[in-house]
């Protein structure tokens, strides 16, 4: 989708439609908006005084060949309170906007953003919404139900003189809206068109075309890193792990900020192992590997955004199958880190992956540690599918995070990991198990199981098994993949 600026005056704007936001307040029709109502000689006014225009928050109110404009239609959205409205509002509104005018076969609109709107950031925010709304997850139908995408955006709002400002939002926003979209395109493979040796392949072409390095540990690489716990997993598969390191080292890194290493949970499919899984839903066992899609994700925006910081993303990535060979309950494996792990139920098999990911980044010279997976559906018990479970051991780290999630329009919320949970974990024959003894606290415990593999390095885990996945789709987003904490991370890294 071409996405450029329009700073004619908005009544001379010529296009098949014209989407701009009201506020829910005593007076919808106000500023930019009573400017287009003069235009279009009180066809809003009424709209507003009838009860059919009341800025309620993604109200839809469609006119068509509004008299007086020279759009050939008005897309008025409602935009909530005005007090309440943020750039994750803004964000949604234009993705809704697109979103609404594309089921109506509109080709190229123009998305007016209003008086106060005119930063960069806003630039920013309503090209990100409008690249993550243009996204189907229809690559394998073969007739295009929402194939009629939006082929051009235009965003007014901006006059010649911030013209410079509002291309640089529009550039970030592209970059980063793009990079979600790669993120989610991985995650919506089904597991037979994305194994481990596939999904390595898709990295490396990414961090070619990106500028990256990137290097691909094959199952006889990770065998003689001794990564027992990674590969305990793959043994249950005829298909062989990969791990990927993608690197991105700028030309001068700011004094003091830190190596970041972004580890992500890659299991291209999660039967379960022999712990296995009730047919009921495993399909969607496919975006198991939404948090190695996530940091790959992470790694092609920072690419093009050159932050001053060195990251490295570290991708262990397996099927977790019931084979001949396949790890079994009680099983003890020796993870790269030298400890040893009762393996009780195969189905808590990410924990494993990562503390391999994790160690192998610490011996790379991480000194900060992200993780991102889809690990447990305790964390959807306590979460739902609205924010993604935060656990930190360094709470300034953890708090940057989160206002980076607050940045970003992400939700997140941070749940505990002191010692008391420790017990948990504790194995009676090897020095940790794999699952948690006693009631609930699912979600924890397998954080605290993550933990123990972190050691001193300042460490994040972001739990992303209720979010990663839509199974209805959102009024600004496709069904499917979300590629949620996308978004956080780039800020994140950024924000050094
Ligand atoms: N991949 C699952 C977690 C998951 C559940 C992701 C639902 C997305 C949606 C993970 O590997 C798993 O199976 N976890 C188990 C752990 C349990 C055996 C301790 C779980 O959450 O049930
Ligand atoms: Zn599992
Ligand atoms: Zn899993």
């Not at 082929?151 to 400002?165: I, K, M, Y």
Request: glycine share 10%; proline share 4%.
């Amino acid at each position: 989708m071409e996405i450029t600026l329009d700073t004619r005056p908005l009544g001379s704007i010529e296009t098949e439609a014209l989407a701009t936001y009201v506020f829910e307040q005593s007076d919808p029709v106000e500023g930019r908006v009573a400017e287009l109502d003069r235009a279009a000689a009180g066809a809003i006014r009424r709209l507003a005084q009838g009860g059919e225009l009341t800025g309620k928050t993604l109200e839809m109110t469609l006119l068509h060949n509004p008299a007086g404009l020279k759009a050939q239609r008005l897309l008025l959205i409602g935009a909530g309170k005005r007090e309440q409205f943020t750039g994750a509002q803004l964000r949604k509104t234009a993705g809704a906007a697109l979103r609404h005018l594309k089921t109506r076969s509109v080709k190229r609109f123009v998305f007016l953003a209003r008086e106060g709107d005119g930063t960069s950031a806003a630039a920013q925010s309503i090209t990100e919404g409008l690249i993550a709304a243009n996204f189907e997850s229809d690559k394998y139908k073969t007739e295009k139900k929402n194939g009629k995408e939006v082929q051009a955006a235009a965003l007014a709002g901006w006059d010649d003189a911030a013209r410079a400002e509002a291309e640089k939002g529009m550039a970030r926003g592209r970059v980063i809206g793009e990079s979600q979209n790669f993120t989610r395109d991985l995650v919506n493979e089904p597991s037979n068109r994305l194994t481990p040796r596939m999904l390595a392949q898709r990295a490396e072409a990414m961090a070619r075309e990106a500028g990256l390095s990137c290097e691909i540990l094959d199952e006889k690489k990770i065998a003689e890193l001794k990564m027992g716990a990674l590969l305990s997993v793959a043994q249950g598969s005829a298909e062989p792990p990969r791990l990927m390191v993608l690197t991105y080292n700028p030309p001068q890194a700011k004094p003091g900020a830190p190596v970041l290493g972004l580890v992500g949970k890659a299991i291209t499919f999660d039967t379960g192992g022999i712990s296995i899984k009730p047919a009921q839903d495993m399909e969607k066992m496919k975006y198991d590997m939404a948090g190695g899609a996530t940091m790959l994700g992470v790694m092609r925006a920072l690419a093009a955004l050159k932050p001053l910081v060195k990251v490295i993303a570290i991708v262990p990535s397996t099927e977790n199958m019931p084979g001949g060979r396949a790890q079994k309950p009680g099983d003890v494996q020796i993870s790269m880190a030298g400890k040893s792990i009762e393996v009780i139920n195969t189905d808590a098999e990410g924990r494993l992956i990562l503390a391999d990911g994790i160690t192998y980044a610490q011996k790379l010279g991480c000194t900060h540690l992200i993780d991102a997976a889809t690990l447990t559906g305790a964390i959807v018990v306590a979460l739902s599918n609205i924010n993604v479970g935060v656990f930190g051991s360094d709470q300034a780290f953890t708090d940057k995070l989160l206002a980076s999630a607050k940045a970003a329009g992400e939700k997140m919320w941070q749940m505990p990991v002191d010692d008391d949970y420790r017990e948990m974990i504790k194995s009676t024959i090897a020095d940790i198990q794999n699952v948690g003894i006693g009631k609930g606290g699912g979600a924890i415990t397998a954080a605290m199981f993550l933990k123990e593999f972190s050691g001193d390095t300042p460490w994040i885990h972001l739990d992303i098994a209720g979010t990663a996945w839509l199974d209805d789709p959102k009024a600004w987003m496709a069904k499917g993949a979300s590629g949620v904490a996308v978004r956080t991370l780039i800020d994140l890294v950024m924000s050094y």
